[in-house]
């Protein structure tokens, strides 16, 4: 582990791999085997130190009811290999002090070289030893004489011990300070505020370990729970006072050196990395045995301060019941309350790759290969997600990390499935979209969905909560490529991006292999872009699909990201990228030409940048890249209408399935959308006309639509038998409907022959009150929105608070009846122009879109503008307009005159008070 250092744990791993094989048992058979022998080590230890047995027991029961100590035991790291070599060698040194046997000294110093080969914090148990020898030597006049040959050869055999793990540091010097340089108090980037400062802090911290606050890793410990709880805190504290008044005695002055010592790794540590139970586990039978003396002298003192029979048996019940009260807060904190946080086991001990490797081994087919995506810039070791995929998974396909660099996947992916008849893709979905970068399996531009869709079909996915599994049945020999022809192309977009290329087909079949797009189906496109400026915000990217009329039959929208996944507001100027996408259309959508549109916008503000083209065409909020033909579906499409029409056959060969309508409640001046879903029962040889009518119960006709289906750019005579068509109307109510309750009535004629009817369901108007009188209002204005709206003026508080919401009346005056619904918006802006806060809504409440207007109608219209806690105090100004939310194009303003003042009315400014 860590490159080549503390390599014991994995020596006797393997040792355990070759007798139970290589799972996951075993690797926490060890872990546990390991804390078993630590607690009956550190026994052994406190008998021969102290001298005393009951002193031994408490403190191994103190240890093996340490939350800690359970901790590290089932966790399956070298870290639990620290304590018991502490142990050993402190035995086997104590020993051979007694003793003075020569062989004494030979295991000891065998079993301290043997220690660094465990974990790096035992790096301070060699400082520990010679501590405590150069202390004894202080205090024993003869030490050194008695001792000195013997201890030399102790050292000399450690030194030994120790020389291959030093070789590998002599050829890999970075390898020895390499973490430790990482985590170190003078790493300045970790300490900004200096070494001196941090090793305060950190060891101000440490105190508090054992009593106060603990680890605040969810890895290691309950966030901030002690190493001991009240009880045994007390009897700790006593301990140390016991051993501080006896630490001239040889075994006490040992467990104060011990304890300060080993706990001297995390002191060195940045103080936001305090307290660190990995770097202090040393120390903790240290700790365990301090409370055991603390313990075992309360219960002393107390028989001989209550000699009688009543006090003892007391006494003892006490004692039982310290350790009751442990190991009760130990099992409900480590198996009720830290093994219930939700993100433990994905976050940190890789419980998604655990569910990827038994997802993999149940799905594996061995004529295809697995694809585990990761980052450009990473390698599959910077997971240590992936080392879980590679021991777990025991499928016959290979499995290979494949890095999402869009100028080499392409030929990577191509060698990696050479051979091989299916894809299996691991898609990852546990990531923040806005974060991708932060992460190393995240596909956020979807490249390699994108490239296998481009040349396959999907042919099942297997969804996971964290992961889905995407099978692409391959060719033994396909080229893949993101694209190969560009067609070029130029326009900017908010003068800072620059589209100059796009490319497009039909998936699953790879490039210039069909122009046409089955109905249904999903189109690839590829586009280039360049920065001529270095953009101002994240922009995201929507790609549409429209028809004639500018109804959207495919959307997709993503971030634009660049190849390392950084947002745009990242890139330099002149940098150079592309994105992909997979175009949806909807199912049954009418053969014909369709425009595929892209518009760039700002998530934030849903702004889109205005597209320049270099040929001179209209300034607009979207850019028509390319034209796309939509062909008949290879089968027909089973739909599922809001609403099924039983016995829909109108004619012999036409019958209507269904329909949608989304709008059952409507207000007057509306428009009411309807979508109609019709099968050819046979070839259709003649033109049919679909009218749609509004009426109301006496018969009155409110709204009339007389068209053919697919606005005629399809008509019936070329649809085909078993052929699917979705077909859209749309009718608007006069502003001034009546409110009540409407039917929706369809006539199918031929040539003004009525061939069929169907009464399609009802629609209810709403009431609504109008006004025609101008009210009073703080500030007047006659500003013109558009031709048809006019802002009379408004009242607005002229002191708002951060946090809190400013109100704003505003008055508008319907020109001329609408035939489209606008949003106002309403923004607070600094005076570097940032929005501080913002409403955008259809106006009126309740509402009464603009559509639903009529000329002369007054309309008093209120925000609550919500602003941030963090609004500095200050002046700010109020911006109002309305805008498109179908294009997010703002609409014009004029003054009275008809004067153009850009697409934003200034309101007065407004103080803003903390």
């Known amino acids: ?112 070289g043997a220690s660094l080969y465990t974990y790096q914090a035992q790096r301070f148990l060699p400082i520990l030893i010679v501590g405590f020898l150069l202390y004894r030597g202080l205090l024993e006049k003869d030490f050194w004489r008695e001792y000195g040959a013997k201890v030399a050869l102790s050292l000399c055999l450690a030194l030994l011990v120790v020389v291959p793990l030093g070789w590998y540091f002599a050829m890999h010097p970075d390898a020895f300070l390499g973490r430790a340089g990482e985590v170190s108090i003078f790493n300045p980037e970790k300490n900004p505020r200096g070494p001196l400062y941090s090793l305060a802090a950190s060891a101000l911290k440490v105190l508090g370990t054992y009593n106060v606050r603990g680890d605040p890793l969810w890895r290691h410990n309950l966030p901030g729970r002690p190493a001991f709880d009240i009880l045994t805190s007390i009897f700790f504290l006593v301990g140390l006072a016991v051993s501080l008044t006896r630490w001239r005695e040889r075994s006490y002055s040992l467990l104060l050196l011990w304890l300060i010592i080993l706990t001297f790794p995390p002191i ?110 990473a390698s599959p070791h910077d997971e240590p997600g992936h080392h879980t995929v590679e021991f777990l998974y025991r499928g016959g396909a290979p499995f290979h990390f494949l890095r999402l660099d869009e100028y080499s996947v392409a030929n990577e992916l191509t060698r990696l499935t050479s051979g091989r008849d299916r894809v299996m893709l691991v898609d990852y979905k546990n990531y923040v979209l806005e974060e991708a970068y932060n992460y190393i399996d995240a596909d956020p531009k979807r490249l390699l969905p994108f490239v296998l869709s481009k040349y396959s079909s999907e042919a099942r996915r297997h969804e996971f909560e964290s992961f889905d599994i995407r099978v692409y049945p391959v060719s033994a020999n396909t080229s893949f490529a993101v694209a190969d022809s560009w067609r070029a192309t130029s326009a900017d977009f908010g003068a800072q991006i620059q589209l100059t290329g796009v490319s497009s087909g039909p998936t699953g079949k790879g490039e210039g292999q069909a122009e046409s797009l089955p109905s249904g189906d999903e189109a690839w496109v590829a586009l280039r872009w360049r920065t001529l400026t270095q953009p101002t915000a994240d922009y995201k990217i929507a790609v549409f699909l429209l028809d004639q009329r500018g109804r959207t039959v495919g959307q997709v929208d993503k971030p634009l990201l660049s190849n390392h996944l950084r947002p745009t507001s990242q890139w330099e100027p002149g940098q150079e990228e592309m994105d992909y996408y997979l175009l949806p259309s909807l199912p049954a959508t009418p053969p014909g030409v369709y425009d595929l549109q892209i518009v760039v916008y700002d998530p934030t503000t849903m702004r889109r940048l205005m597209a320049h083209s270099d040929d001179g065409g209209a300034v607009e909020d979207s850019f028509a890249a390319m034209e796309l033909l939509i062909e008949r579906a290879a089968s027909p499409p089973f739909m599922h209408p809001m609403y099924e029409v039983p016995g829909g056959e109108l004619t012999d060969d036409l019958s209507l399935l269904g329909y949608d309508l989304h709008q059952q409640t409507v207000n007057p001046g509306e428009r009411i959308e309807v979508a109609l879903y019709w099968e050819a029962l046979q070839d259709i040889g003649q033109d049919y006309f679909v009218e749609l009518e509004i009426g109301d119960v006496s018969g009155h006709s409110w709204a009339r639509e007389r068209s053919q289906p697919a606005y005629g750019t399809y008509p019936t005579r070329l649809w085909k038998r078993g052929e699917v068509v979705r077909d859209w109307h749309e009718l608007r109510l006069p502003a001034d409907t009546p409110a009540g309750q409407y039917s929706l009535h369809l006539v199918l004629d031929a040539e003004g022959e009525d061939l069929g009817e169907v009464q399609l369901g009802t629609i209810l108007v709403s009431g609504k009150f109008r006004s025609y009188e101008i009210p009073p209002m703080q ?49 607070v802006l600094d005076s570097s122009n940032r929005i501080r806060g913002q409403v955008d809504r259809v106006p009126g409440v309740p509402e009464a879109p603009t559509t639903s207007w009529v000329q002369g109608e007054v309309i008093a219209d209120t925000y609550e503008i919500p602003l941030g806690a963090d609004v500095p105090p200050g002046e700010y100004a109020v911006e109002v307009g309305m805008y498109d939310p179908t294009t997010m194009a703002r609409r014009p303003v004029s003054n009275a005159r008809g004067e153009q003042h850009g697409d934003s009315i200034l309101l007065a400014t407004v103080k803003v008070e903390g």
């Open 1 to 112: 582990s860590w490159g080549g250092i503390e390599p014991m744990y994995m020596y006797l791993l393997a040792g355990l791999f070759r007798l139970m094989g290589s799972t996951p048992l075993a690797i926490k058979l060890l872990s546990a085997l390991i804390g078993i022998a630590t607690i009956s080590l550190l026994h052994l230890l406190v008998r021969d130190l102290l001298n005393s047995r009951a002193t031994g027991l408490l403190a191994s029961a103190f240890l093996a009811l340490s939350f800690w100590h359970v901790s590290y035991s089932r966790l399956g790291w070298e870290i639990i290999l620290g304590p018991p070599f502490v142990l050993l060698t402190l035995y086997l040194l104590w020993r051979a002090l007694k003793t003075c046997r020569w062989r004494d000294f030979v295991w000891a110093g065998l079993t301290l």
């Open 268 to 377: 060195l540590t940045p103080p936001q990395d305090v307290p660190h139970f990995s770097r202090s586990i040393g120390a903790l039978p240290a700790a365990c045995i301090l409370a055991a003396i603390g313990l075992t002298t309360t219960w002393s003192w107390s028989r001989n301060r209550w000699p009688w029979a009543g006090a003892r048996a007391a006494a003892s019940a006490c004692l039982v019941g310290v350790l009751a009260v442990g190991a009760t807060l130990t099992a409900r904190d480590y198996f009720v309350v830290w093994a219930s946080y939700p993100e433990l086991r994905d976050h940190y001990f890789d419980g998604q790759f655990v569910d990827l490797a038994e997802a993999m081994n149940e799905l594996d087919q061995t004529d295809g290969a697995w694809i585990l995506p990761i980052n450009a810039l």
């Open 779 to 827: 500030q007047e204005l006659g500003w013109r929105v558009g031709s048809e709206v006019e802002l009379l003026g408004y009242d607005l508080e002229p002191h708002a608070k951060a946090g809190a919401a400013l109100q704003v009346t505003l008055y508008w005056r319907c020109l001329s009846e609408m035939s489209d619904s606008y949003t106002v918006f309403a923004h």
